[in-house]
């Protein structure tokens, strides 16, 4: 998505960084870079698999960040036109770790009015976590959760915090969350109150993410091949 929900000083924001940048920025600089990798998102990388997926028919679970969506009218009429679920990434693609528990109740509320305004209903799903990027798309098969893109570039740097899926449970308006790496598979927790609450455990092994780590894919081929034997 385009300058406006990274962590970059054009946003009032921290200064963008990156684990590939190629030195270290000091407080209060910009990097043009990295700024121009998001914009990647909404200029390129959305509307080829927005065509590819409508055009086969997959049904997907998109997790959007809610000031990119503020941002891009034209991708939210995209979204409205299919029968994709759209979930909440959370309002600012900035680490939550540190952030307190009113400031990140009032941006997930926020992020839902977003959604209820530019896509007529509010989000079910929900996923502070965060890498680099802002928009993830999934298949959905069966009961496992597959990404096939995320334009990540390293682990994860932003993150829920301790509190945040007790917050998502008690908004009350979400069905699941998937702030988990702890399962291959959907399961329930009892540990927010009285009615059990699903968790659709995210995960990295499927993530392009492998292209830009040592050691890891090499063409096209392999991500496929990987992909394959995953969903089998």
Not at 141 to 152: K, P, S
Not at 211 to 231: A, I, R
Request: charged share 20%; proline share 5%.
């Amino acid at each position: 998505m385009p300058i406006g929900i990274e962590s970059s000083r054009a946003n009032n924001a921290l200064t963008l960084s990156s684990c590939h940048s190629p030195s270290p920025l000091t407080e209060g600089q910009r990097h043009a870079n990295m700024e121009s990798l998001y914009d990647y998102g909404s200029r390129v990388g959305f509307w080829r698999f927005h065509r590819l997926f409508t055009k086969k028919k997959v049904p997907c679970t998109v997790f959007a960040v809610g000031m990119a969506l503020e941002r891009n009218p034209a991708v939210c009429h995209a979204l409205k036109e299919t029968d994709w679920e759209v979930a909440s990434h959370g309002y600012r693609w900035i680490d939550y770790q540190n952030v307190d528990a009113e400031t990140e109740k009032e941006h997930i509320a926020r992020t839902i009015k977003i959604h209820e305004k530019l896509l007529g209903k509010r989000p079910v799903g929900f996923y502070q976590g965060k890498v680099l990027y802002s928009i993830a798309v999934f298949i959905i098969y069966g009961a496992r959760c597959i990404i096939v893109w995320d334009l990540t570039l390293c682990l994860p740097l932003s993150q829920p915090n301790i509190n945040t899926r007790g917050l998502v449970v008690e908004e009350g308006g979400f069905k699941y969350d998937s702030d988990s790496y702890a399962d291959e598979l959907p399961y329930w927790t009892l540990d927010y109150g009285s009615e059990p609450h699903l968790i659709i455990p995210y995960t990295l092994t499927t993530n392009d993410m492998r292209f830009v780590s040592p050691s890891n894919y090499s063409t096209g081929g392999d991500f496929c091949q990987h992909l394959k034997e995953t969903l089998k």
